[in-house]
């Protein structure tokens, strides 16, 4: 039995070894994965297709927990890096006739690219700075979109040539949850593998104390910018797979409320927790599901979760997680801004 | 338990179920009730506009309901929220079409949402009535499964400049607004004046929100036009003819339906003075307070009471009247494709529309007829009637 108590678990199940390692954090990635894989078998298509956005914000969800869990930055740019993998995946399709599966990373690389540009003046700035810094660039992406007509079309947006999975023998909705579930899986592995190596740490680091991390000769600058870039890169994948399930591309997809819905997976989830942002993005998504129809309640709901999370689990359903869940435990989880 | 009883258990089950199999196989009819399903923005900020038009619809079924149904059967209408997102919206009429499963689909709001939701519906083979979106490409070229009773986008500015040329205007510009909806109507506007070898003598582009428009008017008073065609909506609309009155610049100004209620864009103006020139095509006949329309204002206000009937209540009321007129003509035998097969053909005359909705197999643009108001010895009056041609 492991001695580390944060690997125990509650104190009072620590007597129960096999009840931890049952109904670990393992066992309920596995069984969440297994979910998913049949959910579009066994439901609707209506439920497929909330399920296939719930994958698309854990995508994003993951990917914002980099830059805002991990490194520690205020940054709100996600929302307009979605966008920008979006747009760029559907003008392709749409203008240059690109297949799928070449504009989609192809989005997901400019995205990084602008991600990584949008570092170079983030990186003087700190805290709130940062967070407004952040939210003017989504504001100015936002105005590109709509205003550059001659390649965005403006406010009407434009349709997405249908996206085809018949090489693979499936219809469209399908084929596109189950590329999306392939992503899921590989990119959350990405970001187990990145949250435990040397450039997770220094992620760690750079949020714990920055003048700490210089101190062991961390590269602010360059650590900083990977987490941009890391952050960027999967938020532009996240937009191409949006903007291939909606099959339209319109500029208000994008607006103040993608980060304010993102960020609220975030927090709610628990910083600095992957599954976090996992349960995160299902919980929310699930939630505005739910509530459709109800939309000053989906609000009001919104708000209150994120309120709740604050005032009683500042370290989200993560933090939960860790003190009720037998087995589960998160090695670079932020508990509401304690160290963990 | 016995097998015996077990076996016999389950026979009994099974006839009762297969009793409760409906007499129709068709999807969202049973012996006693037709599922129609809309979905439009219920919430937001387009919610003003687009939720008159599916209540007053669902209104409509209300009413045939209790005068006894179509063919014994009863309306049952439900709807979703696609709060005019294309994000929300395919979501929407997902859950519509795969949890709900109705019939036919009367609904569709603004036209982004309505865009994503199209290719959702048309691979589904539901037939589907569009309450209120105006993009073009919805209804044009034809598809088997989509017809419109509202005014399509192009239709709106052919008329407008229709109506100004017949008023001696030769001088014309053009204000409009930065958005989807706007966008959808400068383009086909550009190709109407061009078509009649006119070059407009300036185009004003203005946020759909503005608060002051005063530079804009000014710009488009220094181009000396006989006529403005404005396509705008009343919160871009009354500053521009707010801000035109205040420095004294009134041309003919022919506005598009959203500004139709004219004696509403008066009081936001603030005076009628500042309308004396000014009419508004709408895609309804008749004003909220006409005679003809009385029964709908009644009906709309008794079954909504926090609801004040207005132009959009007219919009769904059409629309509602156009589905019972197909159900009822497709009889007792309702299939889908028989209701198609109507809908192509379907003429009728609404109680709201100045002019008959109409359909033809080569043309799912089914309204044709516009009209214009105008404030007339401080009452608000039909002017005359546009239908646009291509």
Known sequence: ?340 | MKPFSLISGLAGAAMLMAAAVPASAETGVTDDTILLAGMTALTGSASNLTRPQIRAAAAVFAEVNDAGGIHGRKIEFIMEDDECLPSKGVGAVKKLLHVHQPFMIVGGGCSNAAIAQKPEIVAAQVPWLILGSTADSLSEPVNPYIFTTYTAAWMEGYAQLQYALDRGAKRIAVVWQSDAWGKARIDPMRKALAAKGIEAVAYEELAPDPTDTTPAVLRVQAQNPDAVIVMLFPKAGIPWLRDAYKIGFKPLTVGPSPMSEVDVIAKGVGTEDALSNFVGLSTVGYTTDAPEVAKWKEIIERRYPDSKFSSWHMVGVAAGQFTVEALRRAGRDLTREKVLNILSTLEMQPDTYAGPLKCTPEDHQCHKTLAAFAIKDGKVSRVGVAVPKR
């Not at chain 1, 607006?255 to 299902?282: D, P, R």
Request: charged share 10%; proline share 4%; net charge neutral.
């Open chain 1, 1 to 340: 039995m492991s001695t580390d108590p944060e690997r125990s678990g509650p104190s009072g199940l620590m007597a129960l070894p096999w009840l931890a390692h049952l109904i670990g954090r393992r066992t309920i990635f596995l069984a969440g994965l297994a979910a998913f894989a049949v959910w579009p078998l066994v439901f609707n298509p209506y439920l497929a297709y909330a399920a296939n956005l719930a994958l698309i914000y854990i995508l994003l969800a993951v990917g914002l927990n980099f830059i805002i869990g991990f490194a520690g930055q205020l940054v709100f740019a996600n929302g307009a890096l979605m966008g920008i993998g979006a747009y760029c995946t559907g003008l392709l399709m749409y203008d240059g006739g690109w297949p799928f599966w070449l504009a989609l990373p192809a989005g997901a690389i400019l995205a990084t690219v602008i991600g990584l540009l949008v570092a170079l003046p983030a990186l003087r700035l700190q805290g709130l700075y940062l967070a407004l810094g952040t939210v003017a660039f989504t504001q100015f992406a936002l105005w590109v979109f709509i205003h550059w007509e001659a390649v965005t079309y403006g406010n009407a947006g434009f349709v997405l040539p249908p996206v085809s999975f018949e090489a693979i023998g499936l219809g469209k909705d399908m084929g596109l949850y189950y590329l999306t579930l392939l992503l899921v899986v590989v990119f959350v592995a990405m970001a187990y593998r990145i949250s435990r190596s040397r450039v997770g740490r220094a992620f760690i680091a750079v949020r714990e104390s920055e003048v700490a991390a210089e101190a062991l000769a961390i590269d602010l600058t360059v650590y900083k910018t990977v987490a941009y870039g890391v952050s960027a890169l999967y938020a532009g994948l996240a937009g191409g797979l949006f903007t291939a399930l909606l099959g339209v591309v319109v500029p208000e997809s994008f607006n103040l409320f993608q980060i304010v819905l993102q960020f609220s997976m975030v927090i709610i989830g628990g910083l600095g927790s992957i599954a976090g942002a996992i349960i995160g993005a299902i919980a929310l998504i699930s939630l505005q599901e739910l509530l459709r129809g109800f939309q000053e309640v989906q609000e009001i709901a919104f708000g209150a979760l994120l309120l709740l999370t604050l005032l009683f689990f500042p370290g989200g359903i993560a933090a939960a997680l860790k003190r009720w869940v037998p087995g589960w435990s998160e090695t670079h989880h932020q508990d509401g801004g304690r160290r963990p």
